[in-house]
Structure formats: C-alpha cells, structure tokens
C-alpha cells in the first residue's frame, strides 16, 4: 500500500509563495509519476502538473506555467510544488497523487491520493 501526504498549505497574500510537499510511502518512490491537483469549493478537480518517474519531464496547466514548478527528491521520497506569484483563483485544495503512467493529466489514472492540503490566498 502507497501511502501520500501532504503538507506545506496555508494562507498567503496574493504574489506570495508556498511550497507543498508530498511524502510517500510503502513502496518504491521511482516507480511512480507524481501529480498536483486542486479543487476550489463548487469545481471539480483539476490538473496542475505532474512529473515522470524519473523527474526528467514535467507537464503543468496553462494557467500555473511560469509561476509554479514540480519537483521530485528520491532521497527523500517526497514531491513538491513550488507556487509562485499567487492569485486569488489558486486557492484550492491541493491533492498529491501517484500512478504508473507518465505524463498523465487525468485523476482516474492515478492510483493512490493524499488527504489535500488548503491554499488560500487573500486579495
């Protein structure tokens, strides 16, 4: 069993930054991609990036290029995201999530989720 969890959520002024991180356990850390989603209060949720096993490739939503970044340390199984810049229409919660393939921007092709952390950013 696969285990994530997040952490790193809060609340930030607009133009402000955090960083998530994504803890995962119970098996080997290389052997799966690893995504961001997020989902506001009345959405659904949606992709923001993802990172390929190797952490050579990442993909992220139009909406977030140049402001935030995906990022992956073996060494300490753990994933990020950096988000920077921040706007209002970012708040959400943030689910991190691992599959088996790569490059994916669909949620039903992930298998294991965190709980989600809170992002809430104030005008």
């Known amino acids: 069993q696969v285990q994530l969890v997040e952490s790193g959520g809060g609340l930030v002024q607009a133009g402000g930054s955090l960083r998530l991180s994504c803890a995962v356990s119970?098996?080997?850390?290389?052997?799966?991609?690893m995504g961001w989603f997020r989902q506001a209060p009345g959405k659904e949720r949606e992709f923001v990036a993802t990172?390929?096993?190797?952490?050579?490739?990442?993909i992220l939503t139009d909406s977030v290029k140049g402001r935030f970044t995906i990022s992956r340390d073996s060494a300490k199984n753990t994933a990020y995201l950096q988000m920077n810049s921040l706007k209002p229409e970012d708040a959400a919660v943030y689910y991190c999530?691992?599959?088996?393939?790569?490059?994916?921007?669909?949620?039903?092709?992930?298998?294991?989720w965190g709980q989600g952390t809170q992002v809430t950013v104030s005008s």
């Open positions: 999530a691992a599959g088996t393939r790569n490059w994916s921007r669909r949620a039903q092709e992930y298998e294991y």
């Open positions: 119970g098996r080997s850390f290389s052997s799966y991609a």
């Open positions: 990172i390929t096993w190797s952490g050579a490739t990442t």
